[in-house]
């Protein structure tokens, strides 16, 4: 786990292990959501990153519509 610091401006930095790990790009947007004291920051993914979630999706899948909820985002901006 790595330690960041809000600037004045209200940046933070995700620390490089974070991001490699979660393979975090440059320009990458990210769903920012309250919980309790904290913030919870997730990745928001393409449209063609999504589709490719999609498949086997559409017969036989094991995918819940809560997990695809949860890989496209319920409030997500499409593309």
Do not use: Y
């Amino acid at each position: 786990m790595g330690e960041a610091v809000i600037d004045d401006r209200g940046r933070i930095v995700i620390p490089n292990e974070v991001r490699e790990e979660l393979n975090l790009r440059p320009e990458q947007r990210l769903k920012v959501v309250p919980k309790g004291r904290g913030l919870v920051l997730t990745p928001e993914i393409g449209a063609e990153e999504f589709i490719a979630e999609l498949k086997g999706c559409v017969h036989g899948s094991r995918v819940s519509p809560e997990e695809l909820k949860k890989i496209w985002g319920e409030s997500h901006a499409h593309d």
